[in-house]
């Protein structure tokens, strides 16, 4: 009897953590930038990730993130996206099915957010000289 009540209660404990943005939807996100001139530098965060067309993850959180493109002869294109309630982390705080912490694992973890757009198409515009 008391091997079956620590096994129920450990699978209790384990139903009260799970977390179902962190498990379908993961950590991290795919981002992609196009833009008009091929080869364009792509920054995300002032950071050099690659040139266009880029196909990259990010990792998801509450913060907004910058795209910054550029290439020499054009002036610089620059976009800020901005996380947004992820869904499925809702399903977490709905209550219908017992996890009380399921949604702060979600919080923590960052993927409760989503970023919207996910894709960038930048029309670099040349500077006339």
């Known amino acids: 009897m008391k091997k079956l009540l620590t096994i129920l209660l450990s699978m209790g404990m384990a139903l009260m953590f799970t977390s179902c943005a962190s498990i379908i939807e993961g ?22 990730v ?48 017992f996890a009380p912490f399921s949604t702060t694992t979600d919080y923590v973890s960052g993927s409760m957010w989503k970023y919207d757009p996910a894709a960038f198409y930048v029309d670099l515009t040349k500077i006339n000289e």
């Open 27 to 48: 950590t991290s996100e795919t981002i992609a930038v196009d833009s008009n001139v091929k080869g364009a530098k792509v920054y995300i965060d002032n950071s050099f």
């Open 50 to 97: 690659g040139e266009t067309p880029f196909v990259g993850t990010i990792t998801k959180g509450k913060e907004s993130k910058t795209i910054k493109v550029t290439k020499s002869g054009y002036e610089d294109s620059i976009s800020v996206i901005n996380p947004s309630v992820n869904p499925v982390s809702i399903y977490n705080a709905s209550g219908f099915y």
